[in-house]
């Protein structure tokens, strides 16, 4: 509303969560004045979008079939994506490159009147619009492995002193949330302490169970002929499970008599 020509995409992974949650959310909360037909607004379901009174537009968008090539033409001054742990880091790093892309937004007299060193663009001179990504998630299955965590929390990621400068990671707990009624928040404080850890008061902790050890009991200390034995008439197989968001695990197997 302050920024006339202001464009944002709000998106989630899914189609249909994000018509049946986030849109609803959205049209809950934002007054239905502010996108009037009878002021110069217009909300377009089926094409995703609204404008609002003042030029300021919203998309509304899904990326379950994800197409590069049309993220790259957006040209937005925001975005926020909402369930961020659904979607991919391509998705999310296609995205952010779009923010801060539009120029067609009118900066009001009074904020460049009393910020006389308001950001200006070097290319077109013309004063820019404040611009945030801005990612919402719960807890990732991943928990430290995730994109997200290692680029941005502040003790498990990873790239976190590369970030720090230009993002900022919040943790909020449903405590926080007051339009949960007291009945659902005991509800859920009531599951086991992992869950009640990741989805109540949103801490990411490390996987449990991620990296396995080997007690000593199950190493059998054989010679080197009873190894060539069970190579030479047993059935042999490797498996390797590659480990983008986890630890690389490869074993090898020796299968005979079943």
């Known amino acids: 509303c302050k920024f006339p020509g202001y464009r944002i995409a709000i998106g989630r992974y899914s189609a249909t969560e994000l018509r049946r949650t986030t849109i609803q959310t959205f049209y809950k909360v934002c007054p239905p004045i502010l996108y009037d037909e009878r002021h110069g607004g217009k909300r377009v379901d089926s094409a995703g979008m609204v404008d609002l009174i003042n030029g300021s537009r919203v998309y509304f968008m899904h990326f379950d079939d994800f197409d590069e090539g049309a993220l790259r033409s957006l040209e937005i001054n925001s975005a926020i994506i909402d369930q961020a742990e659904e979607i991919t880091e391509q998705v999310y790093l296609t995205l952010d490159s779009r923010v801060g892309r539009w ?19 070097e290319f077109t001179n013309r004063p820019m619009a404040p611009s945030y990504m801005v990612v919402l998630f719960n807890p990732p299955d991943e928990g430290e492995f995730s994109y997200l965590i290692q680029r941005y929390h502040p003790t498990l990621g990873i790239d976190y002193d590369r970030y720090k400068d230009t993002h900022q990671y919040f943790e909020s707990a449903s405590f926080e949330n007051k339009a949960i009624p007291p009945e659902t928040l005991q509800a859920m404080l009531s599951r086991d302490a992992e869950w009640v850890q990741r989805y109540v008061y949103g801490k990411v902790q490390r996987g449990k169970g991620a990296i396995h050890t080997v007690p000593s009991e199950c190493i059998l200390n054989v010679d080197e002929k009873w190894v060539k034995n069970w190579i030479k008439d047993a059935v042999l197989v490797r498996v390797l499970d590659h480990g983008a968001t986890a630890p690389t695990c490869c074993t090898w197997w020796a299968s005979k008599k079943g």
């Open 103 to 121: 120029d067609e937004v009118k900066i009001p007299a009074d904020l460049l009147r009393a910020n006389p060193n308001w950001p200006v663009n």
